[in-house]
């Protein structure tokens, strides 16, 4: 058989740069719908794309450029040349978790998956470092604190309430405040997040602007979780040299704690 037999297939049209338009891709609710930047395309080939920013653009905090936000469109106004997203998680940047973890410290790390009030689900990895070597006793415990606060957050909040507390730092801080109990931590940080699901109909709301409760959690502690004194004794001795640096004694103050010496022996030879 020929080629010239052969059918030919049909050409493709290609798409040039002038079909192609400039959109503005906008955040989600939790977020407040503020613009994050330009994408170019078409209204077709834009739907399910991702778009990532910094946490800097819109706290304005030089502390938060290290945590990378991903959105991804789920509606697109064309009329508008304007694209809604949806919140898909966040990361932390390699560099930064690497800074989180010290000679001599313990990385205790778990990964978790969480349905919100609202069936969300969210898959979490949350990050804890301890000032110095912990026991395997101590780690567990450790672990289990980090797990029962944040079900018990997920439990009773929307999902935009609980991606603002898995940002913008609220649930991390609860984890430290309890787990420091069992061993002193040097850091909580829960370095990425992930959207798994979203329910059928859901939608972003309004995000309440009250605090967030304070959560306790019961830990049934070991013998062995306990701090050792030794233990104790030396992380106030850190916690000291880092904060204040040694005094350097004055001469005057040598001389005068010699002569306190010189009187008590010469008080006692008397006796």
């Known amino acids: 058989m020929s080629s010239r037999a052969r059918k030919k297939k049909p050409k493709v049209k290609k798409?040039?740069?002038?079909?192609?338009?400039?959109?503005?891709?906008?955040?989600?609710?939790?977020?407040?719908?503020?613009?994050i930047g330009e994408i170019i395309g078409m209204e077709d080939n834009l739907m399910g794309r991702t778009v990532e920013a910094l946490l800097y653009d819109f706290t304005g905090k030089y502390s938060d450029i290290s945590l990378k936000l991903k959105f991804q469109?789920?509606?697109?106004?064309?009329?508008?040349?304007?694209?809604?997203?949806?919140?898909?998680?966040?990361?932390?940047?390699?560099?930064?978790?690497?800074?989180?973890?010290?000679r001599g410290s313990t990385k205790i790390q778990?990964?978790?998956?969480?349905?919100?009030?609202?069936?969300?689900?969210?898959?979490?990895?949350?990050?804890?470092?301890?000032?110095?070597?912990?026991?395997?006793?101590?780690?567990?415990?450790i672990r289990k604190i980090m797990r029962e606060?944040?079900?018990?957050?997920a439990k009773s909040l929307n999902h935009?309430?609980?991606?603002?507390?898995?940002?913008?730092?609220?649930?991390?801080?609860q984890i430290q405040?309890?787990?420091?109990t069992i061993?002193?931590?040097?850091?909580?940080?829960?370095?990425?997040?992930?959207?798994?699901?979203?329910?059928?109909?859901?939608?972003?709301?309004?995000?309440?602007?009250d605090q967030?409760?304070?959560?306790?959690?019961?830990?049934?502690?070991?013998?062995?979780?306990?701090?050792?004194?030794?233990?104790?004794i030396n992380v106030k001795k850190l916690a000291q040299s880092s904060s204040k640096p040694q005094k350097e004694r004055k001469p005057d103050e040598k001389t005068s704690e010699t002569e306190s010496t010189d009187e008590e022996s010469e008080e006692t030879s008397a006796e």
């Open 212 to 232: 967030f409760d304070i959560v306790e959690v019961e830990v049934k502690r070991s013998r062995k979780s306990e701090i050792k004194r030794s233990e104790r």
């Open 177 to 180: 405040r309890v787990a420091k």
């Open 149 to 153: 606060i944040l079900r018990e957050f």
């Open 15 to 35: 798409v040039s740069f002038k079909d192609k338009n400039w959109y503005t891709t906008i955040a989600s609710k939790s977020f407040n719908f503020k613009p």
């Open 110 to 141: 778990t990964i978790i998956n969480l349905t919100t009030k609202d069936n969300y689900i969210f898959r979490l990895t949350i990050l804890c470092t301890t000032i110095k070597r912990a026991r395997s006793s101590q780690q567990i415990l």
């Open 73 to 102: 469109i789920k509606d697109i106004n064309d009329e508008a040349r304007k694209c809604n997203t949806v919140f898909q998680g966040h990361s932390y940047t390699n560099d930064f978790v690497r800074s989180l973890i010290g």
């Open 160 to 173: 935009e309430k609980f991606i603002a507390g898995v940002v913008f730092g609220e649930f991390q801080n």
């Open 183 to 209: 061993y002193p931590l040097s850091n909580s940080v829960i370095i990425k997040s992930k959207l798994i699901s979203i329910p059928e109909g859901g939608e972003d709301k309004e995000v309440p602007d």
